[in-house]
């Protein structure tokens, strides 16, 4: 069984800046993948960044970069040159290796973006 | 390609009646998964599918049964719908490749139960 926690419920940042967000996971598994997704107003679930736990090197995609502290089980998502479409819920994720069980997921931070 | 589409968006049921959820994907994906997500919550695994004709249990399967007669369609079905049922009803899949875990979620249905 696996357990995701992200403890901040909302966080409000103004635009252009960086914000990061934080995710804490627990499995007991050796081979697991951790996702960050973006859910908008509209409620579709839109992938950000992924990041496979046997490799070391950090996964970054444009603005948006993850710190993986594998040994820590903390897994944050920055994103630099916040944009106003930016603003959403954001979804930490985990599952193991074989992917067939489904997603565990986190109870997501309500991320603002100020003009 | 229309990636995984679900019918209907919203819908409303009375205690009691039953309905079916629709999930297609045509990524010919062998993994689908049903979630459930609760306001303010995270989304919470229902059923899963590893292909055609294989169903399991996730960590919310009380109140729902799934089949899975081929490998595009994947249907959720209420039966008895509770107050307890309402909720925004999401259905992904996923392919299986090793490193490529990614699930591809559909627009989402919205049940509300009165």
């Known amino acids: 069984a696996q357990t995701v926690t992200q403890s901040q419920p909302e966080m409000s940042v103004q635009e252009a800046e960086t914000v990061t967000l934080s995710c804490t996971y627990d499995?007991?598994?050796?081979?697991?993948?951790l996702f960050w997704y973006k859910q908008p107003p509209s409620r579709q679930m839109i992938l950000v960044i992924r990041q496979e736990a046997y490799k070391q090197q950090n996964a970054t995609e444009n603005r948006f970069s993850v710190n993986f502290q594998k040994a820590a089980k903390s897994f944050s998502l920055k994103i630099s040159d916040s944009q106003l479409g930016d603003t959403a819920m954001y979804f930490c994720a985990c599952n193991s290796g074989g992917g067939a069980d489904g997603l565990t997921f986190g109870k997501g931070t309500h991320l603002i973006i100020q003009p | 390609n229309a990636g995984v589409t679900q019918t209907p968006k919203f819908r409303i049921l009375k205690i009691g009646q039953s309905m079916t959820l629709q999930c297609t994907q045509d990524m010919n994906h062998n993994y689908m998964y049903w979630y459930r997500q609760d306001p303010g919550m995270g989304l919470k695994l229902i059923y899963y599918?590893?292909?055609?004709?294989?169903?399991d249990k996730g960590e919310v399967p009380n109140g729902y049964n799934v089949s899975r007669s081929t490998t595009e369609d994947f249907p959720l079905r209420l039966e008895l719908a509770a107050p307890s049922q309402t909720s925004v009803y999401f259905c992904?899949?996923?392919?299986?490749?090793?490193?490529?875990?990614?699930?591809?979620f559909g627009p989402g249905t919205r049940l509300t139960v009165t």
């Open positions: 992904a899949s996923s392919y299986t490749r090793q490193g490529d875990y990614e699930q591809y």
């Open positions: 599918s590893v292909g055609a004709g294989i169903t």
């Open positions: 499995t007991s598994e050796n081979n697991y993948y």
